[in-house]
């Protein structure tokens, strides 16, 4: 599993020569296309690929075993009550027990978890997010994700946080074990505009 965070501003129009220049691949070897959620897939690729941005930042995950989801997000200075709501009695309670300047920031990351998972749910997923616990500290990262109606199947996600700037935090879900998660950091690996 690699994902790569690219640190300068990459147009949806270069997407695909971007993935294709992580691949070692010519633009034209490399085919994006969208999913029924809008999310940029490779296709006819044994690759499971997904794209996360958060003002300015660009995560890339591809991955060959099994799907793959990313969610990042600026730290806010607070949380307002109806904040809590997505989250479980056991999420609650552990924030409550983090120190006060650090609250905003371990909420954060567990709605970051939280929504890489729900992201390989598909549609539908999020109404289920107050029943999806993702305090995985000290485990193998494996969540049990509640079945989101007839639109998204539940089952076992395998959640882990990933290095990110100050004021921020960033998560992934796979549908499988990730086993080694090797980030990167990268300029933007195509000449703007090509």
């Given at each position: 599993?690699h994902v ?7 147009r949806?129009?270069?997407l ?6 992580l691949?070692g ?5 490399v ?7 809008g ?9 499971a690929l ?21 969610s990042?997000?600026t730290v ?7 904040a809590?709501l997505?989250?479980t ?12 300047d ?16 729900l ?10 997010a ?5 305090l ?10 509640p079945q ?6 539940g ?6 946080d990933l ?9 992934l ?12 950091q ?8 090509s």
């Open positions: 599993m790569f965070s690219v640190t300068e501003e990459v949806d129009d270069e695909g020569p971007v993935v294709a220049r691949l691949r010519t633009p034209s070897e085919r994006l296309r969208h999913d029924g959620f999310r940029p897939r490779l296709d006819a690729e044994a690759i997904s794209v996360c941005r958060d003002q300015g930042t660009l995560l890339l995950a591809l991955s060959a075993a099994g799907s793959v989801a990313l990042a997000a806010p200075a607070s949380f307002g009550t109806g809590l997505p989250f009695r056991a999420e609650r309670e552990h924030a409550e027990r983090t120190p006060a650090r609250r905003t920031t371990v909420l954060t990351q567990l709605w970051t978890r939280k929504e890489a998972a992201r390989l749910v598909g549609r539908g997923g999020f109404a289920r107050a029943e999806l616990d993702v995985v500290d000290g485990t193998d990262g494996s969540v049990l994700v989101a109606g007839m639109l998204g199947a089952g076992t996600a395998y959640v882990g290095p990110a700037a100050p004021g921020t935090v960033a998560s879900a796979t549908s499988e074990p990730a086993g080694e998660v090797r980030v990167w990268v300029r933007c690996p195509v000449p703007v505009g």
